[in-house]
């Protein structure tokens, strides 16, 4: 039996309001609401409340055989119930299928475990905390944010109990190997290691309304065509995109939909496949091998490293500034600084700053909320400058 094993990553950050010099000392509220507000309604219009409906309808209509997994920052739950709470109560209807798993992360999406060790503990624990409160799950599946991995993360992961880790399945590290098997952290004993088939996942994600791409139109039959001539050849293909792939990415006018929509019907048409969480995957296969995968990757931008948020003088420094004040912040106990300081870790903020070209850059361009990853530094530093003064006070 091979496992045809979706993950989607549902994330929304807490963007930065224009903040100038002259605010420092003033001004002690951040966040663009109005921004955040407008793109949340927008992509839940767009993607998370239509493609809910029709993943809760995918799971009725095949009696429970289609199976999903999710893995939703904190601070997009936040936002969810700040700006559009019936989104939240369709994930929360999506949990009460039983067929869709509950991953977790770091709550605020963060680069914690590049910077402390003891703030990447905590945050995963306030996100187990949330998905056990908002969804009824205490999660055995762990991602970290970006699909960020090496040894360390995974040794840092089975030490806290969890049974499997999700990571992307570079070319560099796999070598000869296939992303379609189950692995083993190379540190680990007991923990399972899930690969992302990045090509097929990117199929769907990136590819699927390019018209000069040579497998134009991409068809539920054909991509279904493609995962069956897996079998024999691997255990689970493991499929890994951004939730709004469907209807943001992807437009509606594209076909997205109905594509998911009949993707089911073909998968299943051989009965040698079935749909299975994450967690069902780990349960059922045993590891292949043990991966050795001594320095980070991730599953951004061609290099698949973390150059998205650390490949310049800019990143690095707001990096090393934010996460200087964490003994200061805990210090305080001020729940409400604790969690602003905690914000202002998200991985986002960093991933605005990138100065890279060609194909990356336009990706990092078109999510880019600044008229240059300058402006995002110098934003951040301004922001993060008042917040210096405050704790000082």
Same mark, same amino acid.
């Given at each position: 039996?091979? +496992? ?17 010099? @002259? ?12 921004? +955040? ?13 239509? *493609?809910?409906? #029709?993943?809760?309808? #995918?799971?009725?209509?095949?009696? %429970? ?12 739950? $936040? ?9 939240? $109560? ?6 009460? *299928?039983?067929?869709?798993? @509950? ?10 475990? #590049? ?22 799950? *205490?999660? *055995? ?9 090496? +040894? ?38 007991? #923990? ?62 594209? %076909?997205? @939909? ?13 009965? $040698?496949?079935? @749909? ?35 490949? +310049? ?72 400058? $008042? ?7």
């Amino acid at each position: 039996m091979v +496992n045809l094993c979706f993950y989607f990553q549902v994330h929304q950050p807490n963007r930065l309001k224009k903040y100038s010099y @002259f605010q420092i000392g003033r001004d002690h509220f951040y966040e663009d609401d109005e921004k +955040n507000g407008a793109i949340m309604k927008k992509v839940a219009q767009k993607c998370y409340l239509p *493609t809910n409906r #029709l993943m809760l309808s #995918l799971i009725e209509r095949y009696n %429970g055989a289609f199976r999903i997994s999710y893995s939703i920052s904190g601070v997009c739950i $936040d936002q969810m119930k700040k700006f559009s709470p019936e989104t939240l $109560d369709t994930f929360k209807a999506l949990a009460d *299928t039983g067929c869709v798993e @509950f991953i977790d992360e770091t709550y605020n999406h963060s680069l914690a475990f #590049l910077f402390s060790k003891d703030e990447f503990v905590r945050q995963v624990q306030l996100h187990a905390e949330l998905m056990k409160q908002e969804f009824g799950q *205490t999660p *055995t599946t762990f991602r970290n944010t970006e699909l960020i991995y090496n +040894n360390d993360v995974a040794l840092a992961v089975e030490k806290m109990g969890y049974k499997t880790i999700l990571a992307e399945g570079a070319d560099h590290i796999l070598d000869w190997r296939s992303p379609n098997f189950m692995y083993q952290p190379q540190t680990c004993n007991k #923990l399972k290691l899930l690969l992302k088939n990045y090509k097929l996942s990117d199929d769907i994600a990136f590819r699927f309304s390019n018209k000069g791409w040579e497998s134009y139109p991409l068809t539920a039959e054909k991509f279904a065509n493609w995962v069956h001539a897996i079998n024999g050849a691997g255990e689970t293909v493991n499929l890994f995109m951004d939730y709004e792939t469907f209807g943001e990415h992807q437009w509606e006018d594209s %076909g997205i @939909f109905n594509f998911m929509e009949h993707l089911p019907d073909w998968i299943l048409k051989n009965p $040698d496949f079935r @749909f299975a969480t994450p967690a069902e995957v780990s349960a059922s296969l045993s590891p292949v091998a043990k991966l050795n995968v001594p320095d980070y990757i991730s599953w951004a931008d061609v290099e698949r490293d973390l150059s998205a948020w650390r490949g +310049n003088h800019l990143q690095d420094d707001a990096l090393a500034a934010v996460f200087s004040l964490e003994e200061r912040v805990l210090e305080t106990k001020n729940e409400d600084l604790i969690r602003t300081w905690r914000s202002l870790q998200t991985s986002d903020h960093f991933y605005y700053m990138c100065t890279k070209w060609f194909a990356d850059g336009d990706v990092h361009k078109y999510f880019n909320p600044y008229s240059s990853p300058y402006d995002a530094y110098i934003n951040y530093q301004n922001v993060l400058a $008042d917040f210096e003064t405050t704790l000082d006070r």
